[in-house]
């Protein structure tokens, strides 16, 4: 059984950031993201082959990823020749000669969803295909998917004004499909599986069932998100690597080096090789990537540096990303919601 995850985005709201970084492997905490999709996906016994679409940067993430034997789990890839739009992705990945259910995940999704339950509704109710839907709290700010008391999947509406809203369910991004329905979709073609092929499913009367997801969910395309996803897993809200059992706390590398001196408020993370110098103060929320170094009395403020970045001395960084290989001068201060690419290079006393 394949699983296909669509890893193909450009991640355009979280530039500079994804400028030399795909979307699908920026860094939460010391591991690439799509590590979690990848970790989720190898509970169901079933699947034997996790494909990769990629069409930004593929090399990049092959160099992280490999074929997947150090995952225990084998890894093809596939790029797509132009960009073909979710559903021409996912029938280019499955390939011609593909007979079993194929699970598919939007490649910016992180969720704890029940897979193996997920597939037990799919197969009871023998269904062409069956997606993940999950309730959010603001429901004009999305598309919504109306249901029928028997979890048959019967209408797509677009970000509906107050007045017309029937339902807080949104398509979560995660689905089940039978292959012998990907015939509709054009060959190496640009094609939807929102607008065309799901909807193709109701006009046919095909039997397309919900599976309703009330854990935890969330998009990190965005700034505001991809910074919540590190709270709420150092909160404990999403149980994950490294705050497992460790939720609240400050996490720190056994081969990262803390000086005396240095204040290091939970929950916070320190990755191996960092340097946390005598005077520096790291704050709850933030995150100090792999060998990134922290001189005296510098302050990083419920922050996320990326690896190799150096902050220098009597320097604040607040509320701010910073990528690769930054060097933060001496006396700058760096504000909330700045977002600074790889090699960005603020010298002594600017103010951003």
């Given at each position: 059984?394949?699983?296909?995850?669509?890893?193909?985005?450009?991640?355009?709201?979280?530039?500079?950031?994804?400028?030399?970084?795909?979307?699908p492997i920026v860094p939460i905490f010391?591991?690439?993201?799509?590590?979690?999709?990848?970790?989720?996906?190898?509970?169901?016994?079933?699947?034997?082959?996790?494909?990769?679409?990629?069409?930004?940067?593929?090399?990049?993430?092959?160099?992280?990823?490999?074929?997947?034997?150090?995952?225990?789990?084998?890894?093809?890839?596939?790029?797509?020749?132009?960009?073909?739009?979710?559903?021409?992705?996912?029938?280019?990945?499955?390939?011609?000669?593909?007979?079993?259910?194929?699970?598919?995940?939007?490649?910016?999704?992180?969720?704890?969803?029940?897979?193996?339950?997920?597939?037990?509704?799919?197969?009871?109710?023998?269904?062409?295909?069956?997606?993940?839907?999950?309730?959010?709290?603001?429901?004009?700010?999305?598309?919504?998917?109306?249901?029928?008391?028997?979890?048959?999947?019967?209408?797509?509406?677009?970000?509906?004004?107050?007045?017309?809203?029937?339902?807080?369910?949104?398509?979560?991004?995660?689905?089940?499909?039978?292959?012998?329905?990907?015939?509709?979709?054009?060959?190496?073609?640009?094609?939807?599986?929102?607008?065309?092929?799901?909807?193709?499913?109701?006009?046919?009367?095909?039997?397309?069932?919900?599976?309703?997801?009330?854990?935890?969910?969330?998009?990190?395309?965005?700034?505001?998100?991809?910074?919540?996803?590190?709270?709420?897993?150092?909160?404990?809200?999403?149980?994950?690597?490294?705050?497992?059992?460790?939720?609240?706390?400050?996490?720190?590398?056994?081969?990262?080096?803390?000086?005396?001196?240095?204040?290091?408020?939970?929950?916070?993370?320190?990755?191996?090789?960092?340097?946390?110098?005598?005077?520096?103060?790291?704050t709850a929320g933030s995150v100090i990537?792999?060998?990134?170094?922290?001189?005296e009395d510098a302050v990083v403020d419920?922050?996320?540096?990326?690896?190799?970045?150096?902050?220098?001395?009597?320097?604040?960084?607040?509320?701010?990303?910073?990528?690769?290989?930054?060097?933060?001068?001496?006396?700058?201060?760096?504000?909330?919601?700045?977002?600074?690419?790889?090699?960005?290079?603020?010298?002594?006393?600017?103010?951003?």
């Amino acid at each position: 059984m394949k699983a296909i995850l669509l890893a193909g985005g450009k991640g355009t709201r979280l530039r500079p950031l994804t400028l030399h970084t795909p979307k699908p492997i920026v860094p939460i905490f010391d591991r690439p993201f799509l590590r979690y999709q990848i970790d989720l996906l190898r509970q169901v016994p079933e699947i034997d082959e996790i494909v990769l679409s990629l069409n930004y940067q593929p090399g990049r993430i092959q160099e992280v990823f490999g074929d997947g034997s150090e995952l225990g789990i084998h890894i093809r890839y596939v790029v797509e020749p132009t960009p073909l739009g979710t559903g021409g992705a996912i029938k280019f990945a499955a390939g011609e000669h593909v007979k079993d259910s194929v699970v598919v995940f939007n490649g910016d999704v992180l969720t704890s969803v029940d897979l193996p339950a997920l597939l037990a509704l799919h197969r009871a109710r023998n269904a062409k295909a069956t997606i993940t839907l999950t309730p959010v709290e603001n429901p004009t700010a999305y598309g919504l998917v109306e249901t029928d008391s028997h979890h048959n999947i019967k209408a797509f509406i677009e970000k509906p004004p107050p007045d017309k809203i029937t339902t807080n369910l949104i398509n979560a991004g995660i689905y089940v499909l039978e292959p012998e329905t990907f015939d509709r979709i054009p060959p190496e073609t640009a094609w939807s599986i929102e607008r065309s092929y799901f909807p193709s499913l109701i006009e046919r009367g095909e039997t397309f069932v919900a599976y309703e997801y009330h854990g935890y969910w969330i998009d990190i395309g965005t700034p505001e998100k991809y910074r919540e996803v590190h709270r709420d897993i150092m909160d404990g809200r999403f149980a994950a690597p490294p705050f497992i059992g460790h939720s609240g706390q400050a996490v720190v590398s056994p081969e990262a080096r803390v000086d005396p001196g240095a204040v290091l408020e939970g929950p916070c993370f320190v990755d191996a090789g960092a340097v946390i110098k005598r005077g520096a103060r790291i704050t709850a929320g933030s995150v100090i990537g792999r060998s990134c170094h922290v001189e005296e009395d510098a302050v990083v403020d419920n922050a996320i540096l990326w690896p190799n970045t150096w902050v220098d001395r009597e320097a604040v960084v607040s509320g701010a990303i910073a990528g690769r290989h930054c060097h933060i001068g001496r006396n700058v201060t760096v504000g909330a919601g700045a977002m600074l690419g790889d090699k960005t290079v603020l010298t002594d006393f600017t103010i951003s």
